[in-house]
């Protein structure tokens, strides 16, 4: 089945918060932020925006009647900066016009002092210094300090990952206005529209069921729009409920890349220890993450970050750190993988350090460790349906590796300024929110007179698929078309206390409480039937818009059974509920069961570096990914590409820049460069591993969200190779992205 809103996107009739038509006297909110990363607010001067023609108001923290804190897990961020700001892009007021354009230029007119204070923007800086976001946290495995005399090689170093910008095509935006009872309606693009509820309630001092949420749709969120949509929800909500006028506040690009955190940039210190035989025998790491001037999503990122230190290893005897560093830097946040990314490039990191000081390739490191059934994870969950090897497997009989490898050594030998290099990477990667209590959702399923079906869920469609998947769940439960099948808005009227559209879980979570709902729905039909027809309701099925006994269509079609039902006073609306079973975390020991199940898979990588100009592209990415049961294949495989080559960005062109004082550099999209057509490998190829899915998948479909974006990692040690095969001495500083210009300092240094 194709993406439900394929057509209605390439043809430009796919609606977004910016394109819902206004309503007469609509007024545009301008954000206006703080020039400098730390300091003293000492006055601030609104007469210039006041005084411009068709400015309204100027909003400030005084303004605000209820709480000024927007903080998700802590409560650390103020919606405006009051007496001090701690980054740059931070608000401070939000200037109210009747034109978009006036907003901004009077925006610019504000005047405000600040005495500068210390502004910290590295985290190992921060770390020094004990600048915390939240208190550092360890997960702890098996004997560590005993295992390092058991190891027959030991390699220490140090590593880091980049910031990553988003990037999604419709910027941050939320269009409200206030209804009959000074209640508030908010059209916001966010992927956790509860969350906004709760927070423009606290903001406003308003109770949560005077605020409605909708989301139609994202232009992408990836995680961008899981807490950061929310400050823009509450401006816009606070001004409308002030001047009790529809108002609207929509970032402008450049705005929105200063403004809004990024996938947070990590340093590491990692030790790892092996046997003669190349078995992992311990680790031992420690994250320092860029959170950032608030918590944000922080310590959940953190946490995840542990979970996947070892990726898909075994390793007996492990013990990682991970602090969260407050730094004066835009709050970072979500990003797909959710600090898995960060976390699992460490380990990738000391396994290709070992790799070279051995003269062998990683690849032996990697297949001599992986994952067997039954093995605990340092985190307690005992390993289940571990499909790694398989894939590997796979991967070696329909890729030939050894043949790709020896290949690349031919080519490298006959080429004195073209090298190439190879890597593979392997995936493993948790489904569930780390959060137990984030692991529900609900969906309101109506069948109306005619068998037409109406679904609400709290899921949000960022263009992931997930309104198409539960689509097809309702489809499959109920035995009718899709034609017969409409998936509403996401409404925090219709559902209530969802979750955000994140951890990968969105169709899972939301998909199973629709099949629940719809489950119901048919059991009572057949009830009904039965009935109807004078039979044993076990007999009863529904098979494609008709009503069969014993397999055999009876003359009672679905259209006609719905109507009766109604007519006899059937209720032919449900909710489903459903809650992840199993799983659980305890933070006190660091050990439990976080995850529902584990996504695997495995990706092939061949680099080719021009080593005249430093430029290099990907000849093949070559991918086995265990999808399960795929419901959807096309989705999927979509889902697969776009997260490898997101992953793959952020490995080697992606490079979020700041200056000495904290500025963005790279805030717009001719200075923070994205892959393009050109970028992506000349080949990709992405095969299911054919294994059953687990049962707490939707339809024993994988959650695939997040997991392929973790493949890009490959291309960084692709290109390592590449250099190595150029310039044997170099001994690289495994710090990404890899861009081109670091690409040719490596290349000669
Ligand atoms: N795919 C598209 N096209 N756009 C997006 O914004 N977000 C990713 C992933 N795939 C995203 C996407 C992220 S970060 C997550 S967590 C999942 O989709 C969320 O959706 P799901 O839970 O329904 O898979
Ligand atoms: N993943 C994504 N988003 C989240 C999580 C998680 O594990 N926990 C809280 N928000
Ligand atoms: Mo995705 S980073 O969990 O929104």
Redesign the pocket.
Known sequence: MKHIDAISHVTGQSVFVDDIPVRTGTLYGSVFRSPAAHGRIRSMDLSGALATDGVVRVLTASDIPGVNQVGGIVADEPLFAVDRVTYQGQPVALVVAADERVARKAAKKIRVDIEPLKAVFDAREAFKNELFLVPPSTIRSGNIGAAWDTCRYIFEGQTGTGAQEHVYIETQGTYAFVSEGDNIRIQSST?GPTHVQETVARVLGLAMHRIEVEVTRLGG??????DQATAYACMAALASYILKLPVKVILQRTEDMEMTGKRHPYGADYKIGLSGDLKIIAYQAAFYQNGGAAADLSPAILARSLFHATNCYHIPNTEVTACSCRTNLPPNT?????GGPQGMFVIEAAIAHAARELKVHARAIQEKNFLSEGDQFPYGQVAKQVNITKCSKLADQTFDIDGTMQEVASFNRKHPLQKKGVALMPICFGISFTNRSMNQARALVHIYLDGSVGISTGAVEMGQGVNTKIMQVAARTLSVPVSRIKIETTNTTRVSNTS??????GADLNGKATEIACNRLANRLRKTAATMLDEDVKKISLDNEWVTIDGVRSTLSYADLVKKACNERVCLSEQGHYATPVIGFDKSTGKGHPFAYHVYGIALFVAHVDCLRGTYRFDKVLIVHDFGNSMNTSIDLGQVEGALIQGMGWMTMEEVVFDRDGKLLSNNLSSYKVPDIHSVPRKVTCIPLPVKGPKHAILRSKAV??PPLMYGIGAYFALQEAIRAFNPGHVPDLIAPMTHEKMLMSLYG
Do not use: D, I, L
């Open positions: 992927q969120g990836f995680g961008g729009k899981e979500a990003f797909r993988g959710f955000p559209t994140a951890a990968s879980s969200g997040e």
